[in-house]
C-alpha cells in the first residue's frame, strides 16, 4: 500500500503563487510517476502535471510555462510550483503515484484564486 499526503492548498489572489507538496509513504520502492490533477466544481477531474521516475515531465496546456513539477531526490515527495494563477485554476488538486501496477490517490488540497 501507498500513502500520499497533499499540503499547501490555499486561497490566493490572481497572479499569486502557491506551492503544492505530495509525500508518498509506504510501499514505493517501484514508484513509476508521481502526477497532480485537478477537479474544478462541475468538472472532470483533469491531469495538470506529472513526472515519471525518469524525470520525464508533461504538462496540460493550460498551465504550461506557469506551473512547474519537480520531485526530491529520494522520489518520494513531489512539487507542484504554481505561478501566476488565475480563477480558473480554483479546484481541488490530487496527488497520483503509479507504483508497479497500481494507481493511488491522495485525499485533495484545495486551492482558490480569487479575482
Known amino acids: 500500500q501507498v500513502q500520499l499526503v497533499e499540503s499547501g492548498g490555499g486561497w490566493v489572489q490572481a497572479g499569486g503563487s502557491l506551492r503544492l507538496s505530495c509525500v508518498a509513504s509506504?510501499?514505493?520502492?517501484?514508484?513509476?510517476?508521481m502526477g497532480w490533477f485537478r477537479q474544478a466544481p462541475g468538472k472532470q477531474r483533469e491531469l495538470v502535471a506529472g513526472i515519471t521516475s525518469g524525470g520525464t515531465t508533461n504538462y496540460a496546456d493550460s498551465v504550461k510555462g506557469r506551473f512547474t513539477i519537480s520531485r526530491d531526490n529520494a522520489g518520494n515527495t513531489v512539487y507542484l510550483q504554481m505561478n501566476s494563477l488565475k480563477p480558473e485554476d480554483t479546484a481541488d488538486y490530487y496527488c497520483?503515484?503509479?507504483?508497479?501496477?497500481?494507481?493511488?490517490w491522495g485525499q485533495g488540497t484545495q486551492v482558490t484564486v480569487s479575482s
Open positions: 497520483n503515484a503509479i507504483v508497479s501496477l497500481n494507481n493511488y
Open positions: 509506504g510501499f514505493t520502492s517501484n514508484m513509476r510517476y
